[in-house]
């Protein structure tokens, strides 16, 4: 069964600063890898998708990076800001179907102003 | 835009009771998904379901069942809420079976005394 883990659980920076959000995977046999974000109390909003084709994908400040043969996952996130400040989430996607969609346990991050 | 929502953001059971949540989602799809959200353990797919009146087990169905008699509205049921219960309860939909998109609605935080 796929696992997927998130290191940090919890990351705070200074405004400003640029960050490097991980999520790691055990099975590199993946359809996909989402990036989702949820703020306290809310649902989750998808960020970007990276098909196992791609290495990544990028979204104004954001960047999505794909290293299937290691497992790992990057969002990139530059020059943060307080709206930044969520809990991230990735999503990895073993085949189709409902219960082929695998979450981490998210990282939670705060930018401080 | 996508809305799905959930009938209460927050609900306070008492251990035996049943419990109802719902989820309405207003964009004609397929696919609906109930997730419960724990500290430490990520979302877990509960049941999904592929049309009206079809459901299918997720990871961890004991203890739920699911009602889907109009295409728009997924129910999630808890014929007897027991204290280990107490979670977020998070429904999504998407398009299609194939869809990788799937949208989620704000969350039913549930504590069950």
């Known amino acids: 069964k796929q696992e997927v883990t998130q290191i940090p659980a919890a990351l705070s920076v200074p405004e400003g600063e640029n960050l490097v959000l991980n999520c790691s995977f055990t099975d590199s046999a993946i359809y996909n890898l989402q990036w989702f974000r949820q703020d306290p109390g809310k649902g989750l909003t998808s960020l970007l998708l990276i098909q196992s084709s791609q290495r990544e994908q990028t979204s104004g400040r954001l960047n999505a990076s794909l290293d299937k043969s290691s497992g790992r996952s990057t969002l990139y996130i530059a020059a943060s800001q307080p709206g930044d400040s969520a809990t991230y989430l990735c999503a990895v996607r073993i085949g189709t179907g409902a219960n082929n969609l695998f979450f981490g346990t998210g990282t939670r991050l705060t930018v401080i102003p | 835009d996508v809305k799905v929502t959930q009938s209460s953001r927050y609900l306070v059971k008492r251990t035996g009771e049943k419990v109802f949540l719902e989820c309405v989602q207003d964009m004609d799809h397929e696919n609906m998904f109930w997730y419960r959200q724990d500290p430490g353990l990520g979302l877990r797919l509960i049941y999904f379901s592929y049309d009206v009146k079809m459901k299918e087990k997720g990871d961890i169905p004991e203890g739920y069942s699911v009602s889907r008699e109009k295409k728009e509205r997924f129910s999630l049921i808890l014929e007897s809420a027991s204290t280990n219960q107490t979670s977020m309860y998070l429904c999504?939909?998407?398009?299609?079976?194939?869809?990788?998109?799937?949208?989620f609605g704000p969350g039913t935080r549930l504590t069950v005394t």
């Open positions: 999504a939909s998407s398009f299609s079976a194939n869809s990788y998109e799937q949208y």
